[in-house]
């Protein structure tokens, strides 16, 4: 085998960001990641949605989430891969939870330190059911225009976490992602877009 083989000492010494990469050309790789957050992350996902089985799912719904959008992570000064997989995470497990509450398995209570994330995403159940027709009109746009709208409104990113990572300032995010909304307008048919941003 070409390049890096299944040793423990050499991946060992991979940062997380590293491996992401690498993982992209090696998917055998990203197994390393899995071992390295598994344990961490089904206990936040515990935590929130309160179910041994629903954590499960939502660690693996999470792990899915990382690989296939690996590309937008952009290692930067600052930006971790940590942040940025427990911030899929946590809106993952949201969404899940929130899911659960609209079929009557779960009533609204919450740790206190994640009440401050109730608002933000009750305010999007029902998000991931649209999410492919987002992808399928983001896929049309500049990737200036994808990039933010993707962080914005997929991975509830906030213009400050943009704008720390790409290292610019917060208006001009807010200024792209204006300008973002209306070119998703114009490419989305109909009515579509006001039912999707």
């Known amino acids: 085998m070409l390049g890096l ?5 050499e991946l060992t010494l991979l940062s997380d960001e590293e ?21 961490a992350f089904l206990r936040k996902a515990l935590n929130i949605v309160r179910d041994p089985r629903d954590a ?35 809106n993952t497990a949201f969404t899940r939870y929130q899911k659960l509450i609209k079929e009557g398995q779960r009533f ?36 200036h225009f994808a990039y933010v709208l993707r962080l914005h409104y997929l991975e509830r990113w906030s213009h400050e976490d943009i704008a720390s990572t790409t290292g610019e300032k917060v208006g001009t995010i807010k200024a792209r992602i ?8 114009r490419e989305s048919k109909g009515d579509e877009a006001e039912a999707l941003l």
């Open 5 to 9: 083989t299944n040793s423990e000492p």
């Open 19 to 39: 491996l992401l990469q690498l993982s992209k050309l090696k998917p055998w790789l990203f197994g390393k990641l899995v071992e390295r957050y598994q344990a």
């Open 56 to 90: 499960e799912e939502v660690v693996l719904d999470t792990f899915t989430k990382i690989y296939v959008h690996a590309d937008s992570f952009v290692p930067q000064s600052g930006a971790q891969f940590s942040s940025w997989a427990y911030r899929i995470l946590m």
């Open 108 to 143: 609204m209570i919450f740790e206190p330190e994640y009440e401050q994330f109730v608002g933000e995403r009750a305010n999007h159940s029902g998000f991931e059911e649209q999410r492919d027709g987002i992808e399928r009109v983001l896929v049309r746009l500049p990737g």
């Open 178 to 185: 204006h300008r973002a909304k209306e070119a998703f307008r």
